[in-house]
Nanobody, 128 residues
Framework: QLQLVESGGALVQPGGSLRLSCTVS????????IGWFRQAPGKEREGVSC????????KFDDSVKGRFSISKDNAKNTVYLQMNNLNPEDTAVYSC?????????????????????WGRGTQVTVSS
């Protein structure tokens, strides 16, 4: 059974950087699109970034464009979210999610909530 585990969340000062990891077990990563989502207190869950099964498609929410990047290492079954120039509005629980795409061709990725599997999340707090 596919499982997702996030790591890397921490308390960081404004302007700092953080790298989150999403490690997938039970399935090969090249068959799944991976999305990163976040939810802050009092706000709805929002899509942050995603990467397609073959890595040919990436998407970013406007609020993080130019500051965040996403990458994957199929050999390690891990997707990374590099977060730079963090501000207090980035404070949230960050979760990764997987949706089945198959391994034959790139199938893109959505920033909506229609993923099949979800991790438990990791807390990111940006504060001075």
């Amino acid at each position: 059974q596919l499982q997702l585990v996030e790591s890397g969340g921490a308390l960081v000062q404004p302007g700092g950087s953080l790298r989150l990891s999403c490690t997938v077990s039970g399935e090969t990563l090249d068959a799944y699109a991976i999305g990163w989502f976040r939810q802050a207190p009092g706000k709805e869950r929002e899509g942050v970034s995603c990467i397609s099964n073959k890595g040919r498609t990436t998407k970013f929410d406007d609020s993080v464009k130019g500051r965040f990047s996403i990458s994957k290492d199929n050999a390690k079954n891990t997707v990374y979210l590099q977060m730079n120039n963090l501000n207090p509005e980035d404070t949230a629980v960050y979760s990764c999610a997987a949706g089945y795409s198959g391994s034959a061709v790139d199938r893109g990725c959505p920033l909506t909530y229609d993923y099949d599997y979800w991790g438990r999340g990791t807390q990111v707090t940006v504060s001075s």
